[in-house]
């Protein structure tokens, strides 16, 4: 078990103080990098004589907290500016900045260009507190050790048939950034060994076609809030991991053969007032059958709603034969009921954690449960064989919500534990336990272990 970091920073008392002389250099940065995080190197310089010569080694720069403290912008640069100016490492292999660059762009791009020409393998750049996209004159293209590169509102372009840049890049991550399909066809022809690309809040329209083809070690594909993206084809046979959070798009999925992971948080498009989406959710479906995690929101169990089809009425039929997780996050506006929710449990035999989640939604009265549904519900004979642990976050002690303890723990024959998180603010809570109620459902099934 690692220890906590403040524990870590009290061992800089035990330091020799011949460091420099009883190790060889590689390894004190190694050991500085692993257990001193930079931002406690100038306060504790004073106490070994590697401090007091102020040699600063650590090659991993990591100014994501930097602002935990309240510090002000010019402390923050101060602080930021005295290390790389004291920096006397051979490399930099991580570099993580959070901060509003507005003013001190220059200073910026100086921290940066040292990281370039000290072997930086990972780069992170978030300058989203100042809410402007930076214009970083640096071509990261060229940067040939460099394994991971996340940034955030920070102008990022890779010329295609780049001679050596970015080879062994395996993570990408663009938020707030303008993509183009030319620069999509750069990236996959550039980074032959990415494994992951993030895209977050992109400007860009029309088609995303991805062409991994090649790849064979592209794995995961997130993407989120593409409000003007119409529609998403995927040549991806080795991806693994899917993770979309927008609404509903059009998705060619012909060329993925591993999916094992979904997560498909749709929201509502309410300019699509008169538009179906669950259409667009059904089109999609089969590349989502063989998926052993799936976590996604009630739109796409509302999509298995009863319509005519050949002239009956009747709910579409998909089997999720590999599923083990299932996550079910709701929102409002909600048409789907437990009735959903057992059905499609009923249709992935294999499940083995359930996890419902609604922190900001209550079901209105009457709709846990449709009438028609609640008859059809108790004359079917749910069988739950495989599920071992059931979860409800957000459980604010409603009739409703103890409707669906009873119901999992009734009708889940493997069921072992099942946990009701409440919220942590308690003016959310709607009422106190309802401990006769909870104390009954418990004698009922002895089996069960209800976590409050």
């Known amino acids: 078990m690692s220890e906590p970091p403040n524990k870590k920073i009290k061992r800089i008392d035990e330091l020799p103080e011949d460091l ?65 100016n004291q920096h006397k490492g051979s490399e930099i292999n991580r570099f993580v900045l959070i901060l509003n660059h507005i003013g001190v762009e220059d200073k910026v791009l100086s921290w940066v260009k040292t990281c370039l020409s000290k072997n930086i393998q990972e780069l992170t750049l978030d300058f989203s507190k100042s809410k402007k996209v930076m214009d970083l004159s640096v071509d990261l293209s060229a940067i040939e050790a460099l394994t991971v590169l996340k940034l955030r509102w920070c102008k990022f372009e890779i010329p295609n048939n780049t ?53 064979k070690r592209f794995k995961e594909l997130v993407l989120y809030c593409m409000p003007n993206r119409l529609q998403i084809i995927l040549d991806a046979p080795t991806l693994e991991c899917y993770k979309y959070e927008g609404f509903v798009r059009i998705l060619d999925f012909s060329r993925v053969d591993a999916l094992k992971e979904a997560k498909l948080h749709y929201i509502k498009n309410y300019s699509w007032r008169y538009y179906d989406s669950s259409y667009m959710v059904l089109a999609n479906m089969v590349a989502y059958t063989g998926v052993h995690v799936l976590s996604t929101t009630n739109i796409f169990l509302e999509s298995f709603k009863e319509r005519y089809i050949e002239g009956e009425m009747r709910s579409p039929i998909f089997k999720f034969l590999n599923l083990k997780e299932f996550c079910i996050l709701f929102k409002a506006p909600n048409l789907c009921t437990l009735y959903h929710i057992s059905e499609f449990l009923k249709r992935s035999p294999k499940v083995e954690k359930v996890l419902i989640e609604i922190k900001k939604f209550t079901f209105e009265p009457g709709m846990l449960c449709i009438i028609h549904q609640k008859s059809y519900m108790e004359s079917s004979n749910y069988k739950f064989n495989s599920i071992k642990e059931v979860t409800i976050d957000g459980y604010k002690n409603h009739w409703h919500e103890l409707d669906i303890v009873q119901f999992f723990c009734g009708h889940a024959k493997s069921l072992k534990k099942l946990k009701l998180i409440m919220p942590k603010n308690v003016k959310k809570r709607a009422r106190g336990l309802d401990y006769a109620r909870l104390d009954y459902i418990r004698s009922r099934f002895p089996c069960v272990k209800v976590e409050v």
């Open 163 to 215: 001679p050596k840049g970015l080879r062994l890049l395996r993570t990408l991550a663009l938020m707030k950034s303008k993509v183009t399909p030319e620069m999509i066809d750069a990236i996959f022809s550039n980074c032959i060994h990415l494994e992951t690309l993030v895209l977050t809040r992109w400007i860009t329209h029309g088609v995303l076609s991805i062409n991994a083809h090649n790849h």
């Open 20 to 84: 420099t002389v009883e190790l060889p250099e590689y390894l004190v940065e190694y050991i500085i990098s692993m257990y001193f995080p930079i931002q406690y190197v100038l306060q504790n310089r004073v106490v070994s004589k590697t401090f007091r010569e102020v040699v600063i080694r650590s090659r991993d720069l990591d100014f994501g907290r930097i602002y935990s403290r309240r510090r002000s912008q010019s402390e923050v640069v101060s602080i930021i500016e005295e290390i790389f």
